[in-house]
């Protein structure tokens, strides 16, 4: 592993380079490696996957990866075969998390399309086959579906933890990041997708400014059909997902906390000097397949045509941070980008919640990269403490 140079780029994500020079490869290497403890690919299957990929080369990472999808599918079939249920299950859930990472990198169309049809279907097969309470549901927003999978807690009065992740994200992939983590600690838990998050661009949607609006939506549907009560829903955003949360901390009143990792009141501000320092890398040296997908996906969820009007659309994207009054808390990893950084720490700085906390993870906490990708359960355990505090206000204050 080597650290970063001094001087970070605005779109850094880890300080720390963990396999490969590509830093979005490397990145989602990362997140492949965290998955592992919720059930994805533990550190041998991941290395193994690794060294059929060459740095840089998005087609080896998207074959090597779905290849692998295909190799754990099989061994979970074996084993449901022979009545091995939970091993299946195991297995299948392996399976999904292998085609999800492959399609991380995957040209938008049918090469995309179908790795995602796999991962829905091995996530879904996974899901009963480990007896888990997984009800998927559909949340009808502007004429068309986000889909959503919620985990009902034996508990029905339990609180529920609706989770909303990034530019890189689908719901099923949240379970691993997070959710089942959430689950395990005895939350009712909403995974779901938003507009351009997904695949939910190629039915026409994309991210938008009022990300409140398909948030509230959501929230109706929890109420309405899994009996969630207003006050005792807690919304959690990672990533991308820190604007979307930030924007419905200041509109609904029926959170009871909101969460963000980190909060993202200025996505355009990332956006514009990304966009100048992709350009003035590119003087120098071509970029690497992998990044010119991880471009091409991006303008894909944000329904732009090239990075001009990406900017355009995407100017508007900005919360309000003296409409927040909810308890908040702003979780950072200091090895994120220091654009991340700032609008993390002005943002707690300038919401007036009466009950507010910013919690900074350093490198030793193995926490630091973006949304706490390399140590997901740090994630999860500063999240559940934050919760169990604001739904049982009686118990001991952790110390500070």
């Given at each position: 592993m080597q650290t970063s140079p001094q001087q970070p780029r605005p779109d850094q994500r880890m300080a720390t380079r963990y396999r490969f020079n590509d830093p979005d490869m490397d990145l989602f290497f990362a997140a492949?490696?965290?998955?592992?403890?919720?059930?994805?690919?533990?550190?041998?299957?991941?290395?193994?996957?690794?060294?059929?990929?060459?740095?840089g080369d998005a087609d080896s990472w998207v074959q090597s990866f779905a290849d692998y999808g295909d190799v754990q599918n099989t061994q979970a079939d074996k084993w449901a075969a022979r009545g091995w249920q939970r091993a299946a299950g195991e297995a299948r859930l392996k399976a999904f998390a292998s085609y999800r990472s492959a399609w991380q990198f995957a040209q938008p169309g049918d090469s995309f399309g179908n790795l995602y049809a796999r991962h829905k279907a091995a996530f879904r097969a996974a899901m009963g086959e480990l007896a888990l309470p997984a009800h998927f549901f559909q949340v009808l927003f502007d004429g068309?579906?986000?889909?959503?999978?919620?985990?009902?807690?034996?508990?029905?009065?339990?609180?529920?933890?609706?989770?909303?992740?990034?530019?890189d994200t689908c719901f099923e992939d949240l379970f691993l990041t997070?959710?089942?983590?959430?689950?395990d600690r005895g939350y009712s838990v909403a995974l779901v997708d938003l507009p351009g998050q997904g695949i939910t661009q190629a039915s026409g949607l994309h991210w938008m400014a009022e990300a409140e609006?398909?948030?509230?939506?959501?929230?109706?549907?929890?109420?309405?059909?899994?009996?969630?009560?207003?006050?005792?829903?807690?919304?959690?955003?990672?990533?991308?997902?820190?604007?979307?949360?930030?924007?419905?901390?200041?509109?609904?009143?029926?959170?009871?906390?909101?969460?963000?990792?980190?909060?993202?009141?200025?996505?355009a501000q990332l956006f514009a000097l990304s966009a100048k320092a992709i350009i003035e890398h590119a003087s120098h040296s071509e970029p690497s397949t992998a990044a010119k997908r991880a471009r091409t996906v991006t303008l894909w969820k944000a329904g732009a045509g090239n990075v001009t009007e990406f900017l355009a659309r995407t100017a508007d994207m900005v919360a309000d941070p003296s409409l927040v009054t909810v308890p908040f808390l702003s979780i950072l990893g200091t090895g994120d980008s220091p654009v991340f950084a700032a609008q993390a720490r002005e943002w707690h700085a300038r919401i007036p919640s009466a009950r507010k906390e910013l919690v900074e993870l350093d490198a030793s906490t193995g926490a630091d990269a973006h949304v706490q990708v390399n140590n997901r359960l740090r994630l999860a355990q500063e999240c559940s403490g934050w919760m169990d505090e604001v739904f049982a206000p009686g118990r001991a204050r952790r110390k500070a």
């Open positions: 492949a490696l965290g998955w592992g403890p919720a059930g994805g690919l533990d550190v041998g299957q991941a290395i193994h996957v690794a060294s059929q990929i060459v740095d068309k579906p986000l889909p959503g999978v919620f985990l009902q807690n034996e508990d029905a009065s339990a609180p529920v933890a609706l989770v909303i992740g990034g530019a997070l959710g089942r983590n959430l689950f609006r398909p948030i509230a939506s959501v929230i109706d549907v929890l109420i309405e059909r899994f009996h969630a009560a207003a006050g005792r829903i807690a919304l959690i955003g990672l990533s991308l997902g820190g604007y979307f949360v930030a924007r419905a901390a200041g509109h609904d009143t029926r959170l009871a906390t909101v969460i963000a990792s980190t909060p993202f009141p200025d996505p």
